[in-house]
Structures are given as structure tokens and as C-alpha cells.
Nanobody, 116 residues
Framework: QVQLVESGGGLVQPGGSLRLSCAAS????????MKWYRQAPGKERELVAG????????NYADSVKGRFTISRDNAKNSMYLQMNSLKPEDTAVYYC?????????WGQGTQVTVSA
């Protein structure tokens, strides 16, 4: 069955770095647009970054541009989010999403907490 499993979250100090991973299975990974979303307590879920099937095109929320980098490895059915210069406002549950218009899959999320 379809699975998206996030990992790599944790507690980090402001200015620190984390690398999130999303392992996919049960569908043709390379044919899906992949995205990272996040949801902070009391706030709506927001798009953080997206990457096309080939990895040729990426896009980012203004709040993370220059600090986060999205990437994917289709041979490993995996997507990544390198997060640098983390700020307390980056604290949220981060979700992996796979979409190809007909299907929309979500992971269970991984908690990222940025605090001194």
C-alpha cells in the first residue's frame, strides 16, 4: 500500500540545521510532484517547498527561501528537506505530500522544534 514516512525531525537551537527525509513506497514516485508542508500549533497547514518529478524545478515559500533546500532521489524513492539557519518560527510538524492530480498522499508528519 501507499506509504510516506517522514524522519529527521527533532529539537534544534536557533541557527542550527536539520535534514528531513521522506521515504515513499507503493506508487511510482518519479511521476509525482512532491511537497513539504508544515503546521504550527493553532495555525493552518502551509506549503514549505515543492519539487517536480524530475527534480528540475523547485519552489519555496518566501519565509524559507535561501535557508531550506528541497531535493529528491528517484532511485531511492526519497525526498529531502535541508533546513539551515533555523528560527523559532520554523517550529511545526512537517508533512510529506505526493500529488499527481488524480492522487494525493500524505505522511504522518515529523516534529521540528527550534528553541534555545
Amino acid at each position: 500500500q501507499v506509504q510516506l514516512v517522514e524522519s529527521g525531525g527533532g529539537l534544534v537551537q536557533p541557527g542550527g540545521s536539520l535534514r528531513l527525509s521522506c521515504a515513499a513506497s507503493g506508487f511510482t514516485f518519479s511521476r509525482f510532484l512532491m511537497k513539504w508542508y508544515r503546521q504550527a500549533p493553532g495555525k493552518e497547514r502551509e506549503l514549505v517547498a515543492g519539487i517536480t518529478g524530475t527534480g528540475a524545478t523547485t519552489n519555496y515559500a518566501d519565509s524559507v527561501k535561501g535557508r531550506f533546500t528541497i531535493s529528491r532521489d528517484n532511485a531511492k524513492n526519497s525526498m529531502y528537506l535541508q533546513m539551515n539557519s533555523l528560527k523559532p518560527e520554523d517550529t511545526a510538524v512537517y508533512y510529506c505530500n505526493a500529488n499527481n492530480w488524480a492522487f494525493d498522499y500524505w505522511g504522518q508528519g515529523t516534529q521540528v522544534t527550534v528553541s534555545a
